[in-house]
């Protein structure tokens, strides 16, 4: 593709040769001749005079020395993921249809323009809306219902009788509606008698929800775990019983959030943190990585530490050693100076 049209593609401006053949995407550091590369973040500006791509989109006023030919746009970042489908890979086309070696249980709904991929299973009573993706080795278990143009990935599980709205992608090995954590301990006559609390509620989960790869969403004891509308949630997340996570929420790689506990709209959990159960994290609060969270979130606050604390407090925490050794310097400096004159 010429650069000219590469150029025009992005409604981006640039000065240099507009027949110059683009053949790929690229970061910079990877970039070779043939690719067009980005700017969007100046942490990365320093990489720019070393790029062996052909072009590059940076923002309209960028002033920054690069060897490549630069396409000017309002929106680096945005540019260069619009240019994905032209020069990605096509995506998989699923025409409508039921694979011969996928099973199908009794009274099953199945919308218009359903794909069942092969080895796949969905039992009695389940409900599958239109134009939905169901890949290979999907289990969909009794009474479940799925909603419009949803993608399940292979080796998805869906747990009986839980809920997914319309244009919900589940990637692979995703799990729904599996039993929560719920144990009772009585010492019986020959020591402790460990009792499973049955977990006898479903997960509901909204529209337009996307779940990453071997991410855990638990059965509610009762009642329902919910997940909002618009919530994106990472890969390897663990969600506990009865959780409540509002719309527009996002939590990353390795989270955790433990029985009960509520995500309100707009915040925000980052990969590794910890949430303990029956808490709330506010409206558009955050939670750093690796925090572990063992009270309530206030709206809009950045907690970060174990246990979490204000972003200040924490910042302040990682300040004091240092004080304390420019204080321990001072005061040697000071016993030093006595010293001598003590002996003058």
Known sequence: ?????????VNGTFVGDGEAEIHAMASLLEAREGDVSFLANQKYAAQMKDTKATAVLVHADYEGECPATLIRVED???AFASLAPIFGPKPVVREPGIHATAVIGEGVTLGKNVYIGPYTVIEDGASIGDGTIIDGLVFIAQHVTIGRDCHLYPQVNIRESCVLGDRVILHAGVKIGTDGYGYTVEIGAKGPVITKVPQVGIVEIGNDVEIGSNTCIDRARFGRTRVGDCVKIDNLVQVGHNVQIAPFVGIIAQAGIAGSAKIESGALIWSQAGVSGHLTVHERAQVAPQAGVKEDVPEGEYVAGTPAI??????????LPRLVDKLKRKVADLEAKVKALEIK
């Open 1 to 9: 593709m010429k650069l000219s049209k590469v150029a025009k593609a």
């Open 76 to 78: 680096p970042n945005k």
């Open 310 to 319: 204000p972003k200040r407090k924490f910042a302040e925490g990682l300040l």
